[in-house]
């Protein structure tokens, strides 16, 4: 088991940036797929990117590749999110999410794009708002 909990959102302007940790508890994140997610309001969960330190895999979604940049730090046992030139439809609840790594993705070192309904424990969530 994982326990999660998410740092650094807050109000930034257009263009700005911001960096979301996930400092991760009970575990070694050695198993995990971290992922970061986001929900705006009226709308659904987002996969934004995730890790696998195992398997030196990140992903990101085209609506933030190029400015968001995901990163772990192993002595921390923390992932981080670094986002940058920041947009108002960036505004939302940013969440993190771990699920353990499946046989698959550590044999042939893939990664799958986040899916919500596939990680397991979850963090409280960090509020980020784009906005001048």
């Known amino acids: 088991q994982v326990q999660l909990v998410e740092s650094g959102g807050g109000l930034v302007q257009p263009g700005g940036s911001l960096r979301l940790s996930c400092a991760a508890s009970?575990?070694?994140?050695?198993?995990?797929?971290i992922g970061w997610f986001r929900q705006a309001p009226g709308k659904e969960r987002e996969g934004v990117s995730c890790i696998g330190k195992s398997i030196r895999k990140t992903y990101s979604a085209d609506s933030v590749k190029g400015r968001f940049t995901i990163s772990v730090d192993n002595a921390k046992n923390t992932v981080y999110l670094h986002m940058n030139s920041l947009k108002p439809e960036d505004t939302a609840v940013y969440y993190c999410?771990?699920?353990?790594?499946?046989?698959?993705?550590?044999?042939?070192?893939?990664?799958?794009?986040?899916?919500?309904?596939?990680?397991?424990?979850w963090g409280q969530g960090t509020q980020v708002t784009v906005s001048s």
């Open positions: 999410a771990a699920r353990e790594l499946s046989a698959r993705e550590l044999v042939f070192f893939e990664l799958s794009a986040p899916v919500a309904n596939e990680y397991r424990y």
């Open positions: 009970g575990s070694t994140l050695d198993r995990f797929a």
